[in-house]
């Protein structure tokens, strides 16, 4: 048997389930409100403006841990469908903000995340219920580590 804190065994069956996992949760939103097919980083990106006011391209990237050009990219094309508008500032400088379609559509994605996550966790079994919720702070501190690196 594997011990509680050998991270090895630990990280090689946790790794492979986050993605899938995340990718499942905004599937079954997007079927179960009939929502677009917004790409989960867009989605992220909207998170963080409706979480954080207008930012620059370049302090969203920061905020996102993602590389200039992917966010200028996402930007691009989130400007095109009417999720975000820029705004000239001083200089150079750029605000970016999302439009009221895009935090209506935010709101719709996590009240549908939401949903499906209930609806999966009423399937459970109760031990494994209570196990999640006894994981959530270890989950949360994994992800503060994760955003130290």
Not at 97 to 117: E, G, I, V
């Amino acid at each position: 048997m594997t011990s509680p804190t050998s991270t090895a065994p630990l990280a090689r069956r946790l790794g492979p389930l986050l993605g899938p996992l995340r990718r499942a949760v905004l599937r079954r939103s997007r079927d179960l409100a009939g929502l677009p097919d917004l790409p989960e980083a867009q989605v992220e990106l909207l998170r963080a403006l409706a979480e954080t006011g207008p930012h620059s391209p370049s302090g969203l990237a920061d905020r996102l841990r993602l590389a200039r050009p992917t966010v200028s990219n996402l930007l691009r094309a989130m400007t095109a469908t009417g999720l975000v508008v820029r705004t000239p500032g001083a200089g150079r400088a750029v605000a970016v903000t999302p439009t009221d379609h895009a935090r209506t559509l935010l709101r719709r994605y996590d009240a549908a995340s939401s949903r499906t996550l209930e609806r999966a966790l009423a399937r459970l079994d109760p031990a494994d219920r209570a196990a999640l919720v006894t994981a959530l702070p270890a989950l949360e501190r994994l992800l503060a580590a994760l955003g130290d690196d």
